[in-house]
């Protein structure tokens, strides 16, 4: 039964988080020049600190010398942090992410042995996922029923040579990728065969990585284009192909970082409003913004629902083997709705300061931008919609396209 009672080291590590926030990146984000749209310098002596409250190694298994957080707890911690900067909610969530697949599933024991200990010993440590293009088996949107021919520049191939892997290609838009120091790299291999995913480290010769520049930059975190040109790593650095390697494992952690920029904008909105004082009585009383206060924490409060129970679903995956809930993608209705309410309700928080909230010295500017980027990001709204709709009915897109076709 879905739960919404949390543990007791949930919230511990849930208030521990809230008041590493409170107490570290809220200065820091609210400082002039960070609510700079544009101004997306990382802040590395926080991201530094919060590793060492264990939150880069999250959801990597105790065993292993992590915390072995369940998906709920990641989601938590994912919107606390996003409270204070979503960037450093994103970087961290990558990294625990790929921390818990790279070391708890995917690697054999010697790879292991090799990449572990210094991803554990240094702070700044990062991981990277640097995967294919999408192909038109995902690709949505304008094209959505004329299935596009794949193009075979967007690949990175793979080939063997005197006992290494050589590998050509460019991978774009790669969370994460100006500061990680292990990349996780999708690769076709000649002759053609199954996709495998080879580790490259950041240092590897032939490996180049350019960080996106800071005003065509769409999504929250550290990104950047990394390329490789002959670029060799060893035989041994390919991942065991008969391993299950499914990196979306319906963990709705972007939208959990879109809905603690909501409620960022939230808490701003109702300190002020309590705060200034017109016509003899706080504005929170009058009941233009007292009414605009109640929808959005309505918003938000059903949008938190809605990223608790995808989470809770992807760790309790039974509920759909006896059907105790409907078989629907539930991290992509989370985030579907996630990034409509945050963003009406950041556009409410802002109107709730007059003028001051367009100014931009104030942070209900940078909430509205950062919500605006959780709107648009990844595939967009709207192709999440038509995921949904597929699931809804059951269709394949590309198949009907050709039934047509023939007649």
């Avoid at 409250?53 to 298994?61: F, M, N």
């Avoid at 990277?128 to 029923?145: F, M, Q, R, S």
């Avoid at 104030?362 to 648009?376: E, G, K, N, S, T």
Wanted: proline residues 5%.
């Amino acid at each position: 039964m879905y739960n919404l009672h949390l543990g007791p080291e949930q919230r511990e590590i849930r208030d521990t988080v809230r008041d590493f926030v409170a107490r570290e990146i809220k200065p820091f984000a609210l400082k002039s020049e960070r609510l700079e749209a544009l101004d997306r310098r990382l802040p590395l002596a926080i991201l530094d600190q919060a590793s060492q409250l264990g939150l880069r190694t999250l959801a990597l298994s105790e065993e292993l010398g992590g915390a072995g957080a369940d998906n709920l707890t990641a989601c938590i911690v994912a919107e606390e942090l996003a409270v204070g900067d979503p960037d450093v909610a994103a970087v961290l969530a990558e990294t625990s992410r790929l921390g818990h697949l790279l070391f708890d599933r995917w690697m054999t024991a010697e790879q292991r042995a090799q990449f572990l200990p210094p991803f554990l010993a240094d702070d700044r440590y990062h991981l990277a996922l640097a995967e294919h293009e999408p192909d038109t088996d995902t690709v949505l949107g304008v094209n959505y029923h004329r299935p596009t021919a794949h193009d075979s520049a967007t690949e990175t191939i793979a080939v063997q040579s005197k006992g290494d892997w050589v590998i050509n290609g460019v991978k774009n838009c790669v969370a994460n990728a100006p500061i990680a120091k292990l990349f996780a790299v999708t690769v076709a291999t000649e002759p053609p065969a199954p996709d495998g995913v080879i580790l490259v480290p950041h240092d590897a010769p032939g490996l180049t990585v350019r960080a996106h520049d800071e005003a065509a930059r769409g999504f929250h975190g550290a990104g950047g284009e990394v390329s490789f040109e002959d670029c060799r790593v060893p035989a041994q650095n390919l991942l065991a192909p008969d391993r299950e390697r499914r990196v979306d494992d319906g963990i709705p952690l972007f939208p959990a970082i879109n809905l603690g920029i909501g409620r960022a904008a939230y808490e701003a909105a109702l300190d002020y409003a309590q705060m200034r004082v017109q016509g003899g009585r706080r504005i929170a009383e009058h009941q233009a913004i007292g009414v605009k206060l109640a929808e959005i924490a309505i918003r938000l409060n059903v949008a938190r629902n809605a990223v608790w129970q995808a989470a809770w679903a992807s760790d309790h995956p039974e509920i759909y083997a006896d059907r105790s809930i409907a078989d629907l993608p539930l991290t992509t209705i989370a985030q579907v709705f996630t990034a409509e309410a945050v963003y009406r309700a950041a556009k409410d928080a802002a109107e709730c300061f007059g003028a001051m909230g367009v100014m931009r010295d104030m942070p209900l500017q940078r909430y509205v931008h950062d919500a605006l980027i959780c709107l648009h990001a990844g595939h967009g709204v709207t192709d999440g919609k038509l995921e949904i709709a597929e699931a809804l009915v059951g269709y394949r897109r590309y198949p009907a396209v050709s039934a047509r076709a023939a007649e």
